[in-house]
């Protein structure tokens, strides 16, 4: 049974959000996705999933935290500790299911109310190998960096270039938080963090809610003219030890890659996914991404980078909206805004970032440091 | 609809401290599960993981770190977290993998390590409330017990006996369980009621203990099941879950109506309309005495108020008309948050597979029904399954 | 799980072994936060500072929401007004605490429930101690009052309250 993603509703990113509580700034998206889906939660949702960890959020079990402000009082809700597509992909199963016609899936990002984000992300590290190292975190995207870098022939002007390209792109994005004109001269110019990792590799943090409405096809059919299927929904993870694991190329978007095309019947993929969102939480994980989804081959990506051919007018737009180096890293709430930019662009409603009429849109993330997980949705519109 | 089936189930020691790390504990009752239903790990298409707040066992986003000694590395996985709803909510997952038709064979394991967080895995529980309405005065988490239980006994007039009755049946019926941490088959009323008082009226005996542990169970497709010649597939006849706001004070707490709503739900998929007449057994979420009764409510296996009488005349004994919590539940077996499922979704599985062994309920046992119960006393999740 | 299984994994340690250095790993972590309050708690908050309760009314269910928010959870819409409500009340439960938030006994017990505020909906109210009460006075149904603290200490924070207390005659 297809699932269609017939409601979309997005917070403005911004770097702090003072005015809101974490409740009130759910509400704020789940109001603007339940009025472009045309569905009063109260009566029509049969089902409502949020992303989230207890860390980020600063409690014990933040799901105690979620029902009323996205109207599931009294109603199924769950939370997923995960990123937005591991949400979006729960929801779709339990249409699919047949445990519910109407699902929605939240996730956000209020980490400006995080006082210690390095702090907590180093607490996911493993208590007995690695925690005792100490260290500022993003050491494993330096290391990971490095690794890619020597393995790919892609340099660390590639990896400026996708910087300044994402940075542009949400200048024209009323969504991003951090557009600006940036070239590549200074992102290589700009201090290391841990070389070759240097600071305007790394996407800034932003806060935000994403509400998406998804329902089963007839349902879907009667609450919107052209809803955006989900066509296929992948998820994997790689090792969770560093000691272990991939460092060169992100064999976990390779699986959850497979396991989307298969399902939407997809061969070859870098001719027919035409808008594609990356996890791009460092500038080097963009590229990385694109080589394991097989959107790029693998030896020619630093030409494509230079070409500009993953640019706004190219022939494989990636990251239109600016990514998360652009909109801002919005921690689990990431891979949700992906799918959201892409339901936009299949829709024509990105405005002046709008891609040249795509019908197959790809959404990929990553859950960060120290994790080795990621999933992929893809997006199709018409039959 | 696929039909979906549970093949096979395992579960660690429930003690207050155990030597295993969390992976380590993942990865037992994971091969357990997998050696009782004749499989191995590459049988299994996805992964399911299911564990209460990360500050137990003290790793931001667990998940993730755990994930290899589930079976998760290279496999579609995923965590989900209803609090202390968990432990049925978990498996419920399961089966909207597999219902989907995506997946055929599902690994579930659940885990928690409360012994790791010092001074008392009680100190997690501070974290749980509101900070600005709660926090400030620094709750323990039994306090909301506490009042959740006057409220019920006051409003029905119930008496302390009859709720510390069940303390007394669980702990002699987990004597039948290999796993158990607080199995008694000499205690009595009088002890429970003599233990210290805790946060009145909840004495020490009414309450389950901190534990160490880990469950795993095996779902899949009925044609998988086929397939492996699987023996005594137990499926699943319907699933619920529901949560209530997040303003507990505003809800009057003699009466589990978000469980009421997730019972109907399940109860509507499984075709049942008299959950008293149609249901053999129950295996509700017990952390505390009271709550076994509050539960049966609202499963609607009896009245408002009727489960401490059900309970004096011996009904919901082992041998009763409707056996409750034969497994010895979490106030005798243990109470690892999510890991209960090993003895509350996994009894169900053992018990109507037969291979419940001297815990097995003596009649026969056809339909059984399990929930767990999370959150700030909000959330529960309802599994109902068949032979 | 009977016949087929003998092993069940897992082993015991005692606290003594368990403290043992050699088998523990110890971390602190890193983990503050200061949460945005949002709208509705920030003047909730400011509100007690000034030794007053206050609540937002919803104009769809007629309800007088305690404590406010921003949305009525059961309509699904804005709220419409602020409204005070009342410093008395009348305790829907309780519990005479004998641990602290650590599970550690504790010599004085705490008298602690949940208070429905006179003015809001029937059965809305939040939780706070109870002062001036024995365990035989206490009990459900019991009418109440908050007791403030003095001006000048109060910070805008539920502890304002200092307890809630029973109803003087004349009160």
């Known amino acids: 049974m297809r699932v269609g993603i017939v409601g979309v509703g997005v917070v403005p990113f911004r770097t702090v959000t003072p005015e809101y509580s974490w409740k009130e700034i759910m509400y704020e998206a789940a109001q603007r996705a339940y009025a472009d889906a045309g569905v009063d939660p109260r009566a029509d949702v049969g089902s409502f999933v949020t992303c989230a960890e207890d860390y980020w959020e600063g409690f014990g079990i933040f799901d105690e935290f979620t029902p009323d402000q996205l109207g599931a009082v009294l109603r199924p809700a769950c939370t997923v500790t995960g990123d937005g597509i591991h949400g979006l992909a729960q929801a779709m199963m339990q249409i699919q299911a047949g445990l519910a016609d109407v699902v929605v899936v939240e996730a956000h990002s209020k980490v400006s109310d995080l006082l210690t984000y390095a702090g907590v992300v180093h607490h996911a590290f493993d208590p007995i190998w690695n925690k005792p190292l100490g260290g500022h975190p993003y050491y494993v995207a330096g290391l990971e960096m490095d690794a890619y870098l020597r393995a790919s022939r892609v340099g660390e002007k590639a990896c400026a270039a996708v910087v300044a390209k994402n940075r542009q792109n949400a200048l024209t994005n009323p969504r991003a938080a951090h557009g600006s004109k940036v070239t590549p001269e200074d992102v290589l110019a700009s201090p290391p963090i841990s070389a070759p990792l240097k600071d305007l590799d790394v996407a800034p943090l932003a806060d935000t809610s994403i509400v998406l409405v998804l329902a089963a096809e007839s349902r879907a059919r009667k609450l919107a003219a052209n809803p955006v299927w989900i066509r296929g929904v992948g998820w994997s993870s790689d090792s969770p030890w560093l000691e272990t694991r991939s460092w060169t190329t992100a064999a976990y978007a390779a699986m959850a890659g497979k396991m989307a095309y298969a399902q939407a019947k997809i061969r070859n993929p870098a001719k027919e996914v035409e808008v594609a969102e990356i996890d791009d939480k460092f500038s080097y994980k963009e590229p990385q991404h694109l080589e394991a989804l097989g959107l790029s081959k693998k030896g020619s990506t630093a030409n494509a980078i230079s070409r500009g051919d993953f640019d706004i007018g190219a022939k494989l737009p990636v990251n239109p909206s600016g990514g998360s180096i652009g909109c801002g890293n919005v921690i689990e709430a990431s891979g949700l805004h992906r799918v959201a930019e892409v339901v936009l662009q299949l829709r024509g409603e990105a405005g002046q970032n709008q891609v040249d009429h795509p019908r197959t849109g790809l959404a990929a993330s990553w859950r960060g440091i120290p994790t080795a997980t990621g999933a992929v949705a893809v997006l199709g519109v018409g039959r | ?387 | 799980m009977t016949a087929k299984e003998v092993r069940w994994p897992g082993k015991e340690l005692t606290a003594k072994e368990f403290y043992n250095k050699v088998t523990v790993t110890r971390y602190r972590p890193e983990a503050k936060f200061a949460w945005s309050a949002g709208e509705a708690m920030s003047r909730f908050l400011a509100e007690l500072q000034r030794g007053r309760l206050i609540a937002r009314s919803c104009s769809s269910c007629k309800r007088v929401l305690f404590p406010p928010r921003m949305f009525c959870e059961e309509c699904f819409r804005p709220t419409d007004a602020w409204v005070y409500v009342r410093d008395t009340g009348t305790i829907e439960t309780y519990s005479i605490s004998y641990i602290d938030l650590d599970a550690k006994r504790i010599e004085t017990p705490v008298y602690v429930g949940v208070v429905s505020v006179d003015g809001a909906s029937p059965k809305m109210g939040i939780m706070h101690y109870f002062g001036e009460v024995a365990p035989e006075t206490i009990r459900i149904g019991l009418r109440v009052k908050a007791e403030w603290k003095p001006a000048h200490e109060r910070e805008g924070s539920v502890l304002d309250i200092r307890y809630w207390r029973p109803l003087r005659r004349g009160e």
Request: aromatic share 8%; with cysteine.
């Open chain 2, 1 to 387: 609809m696929r039909k979906v089936a549970c093949i096979g189930a395992g579960m660690t020691l429930f003690r207050r401290r155990l030597q295993e790390t969390p992976k380590e504990m993942c990865w037992e009752a994971a091969r357990m599960a997998l050696d009782q239903a004749g499989l191995e790990i590459g049988d299994v298409d996805a992964v399911v993981f299911g564990s209460a707040p990360d500050a137990f066992d003290g790793i931001h986003m667990k998940g993730e770190n755990v994930l290899d000694a589930c079976g998760g590395i290279g496999r579609p996985y995923v965590r989900v977290f209803t609090g202390g709803g968990t432990g049925v909510f978990s498996p419920i997952a399961a089966y909207w993998h597999v219902a989907s038709g995506l997946f055929d064979c599902v690994l579930v394991v659940n885990e928690e390590k409360m012994s790791s967080c010092q001074p008392h895995p009680q100190s997690v529980f501070g974290h749980i409330w509101d900070p600005i309405l709660d926090r400030p005065l620094k709750p323990n988490l039994v306090w909301i017990f506490a009042m959740e239980m006057n409220r019920y006994m006051t409003v029905h007039n119930v008496r302390y006996e009859d709720v510390a009755a069940v303390a007394v049946k669980n702990k002699r019926n987990a004597v039948g369980h290999p796993c158990a941490q607080l199995a008694d088959p000499h205690i009595t009323v009088e002890d429970v009621m003599n233990s210290e008082v805790m946060a009145w009226p909840v004495h020490r005996l009414d309450i389950s203990p901190p534990s160490d542990g880990a469950s795993a169970l095996v779902v899949c497709s009925e044609e998988f099941a086929r397939t492996h010649r699987i023996e005594s597939p137990v499926w699943f006849a319907g699933v619920g879950w529901n949560i209530d706001t997040t303003f507990w004070t505003d809800r009057d707490l003699y009466f589990p109506e978000y469980l009421a709503n997730a019972a109907k739900i399940a109860y509507k998929q499984a075709r049942i309309t008299d959950p008293r007449r149609q249901i053999d057994f129950a295996e509700p979420y017990d952390p505390f005495d009271y709550k076994e009764l509050h539960h049966m409510e609202g499963l609607g296996l009896c009245k408002k108020g009727e489960a401490p009488r059900l309970t004096r005349e011996g009904v919901t004994q082992r041998d009763g008309d409707l056996p409750t919590c034969p497994s010895g539940g979490l106030l005798g077996v243990g109470n690892p948050i999510a890991a209960t499922m090993g003895i509350k979704v996994g009894e169900l599985y053992l018990q109507l597979s037969g291979q419940a062994g001297q815990r097995q309920i003596p009649h026969e046992v056809r339909t059984g029904v399990t929930n767990a119960w999370g959150d700030l006393m909000q959330f529960s999740s309802v599994v109902v399954m068949r032979a």
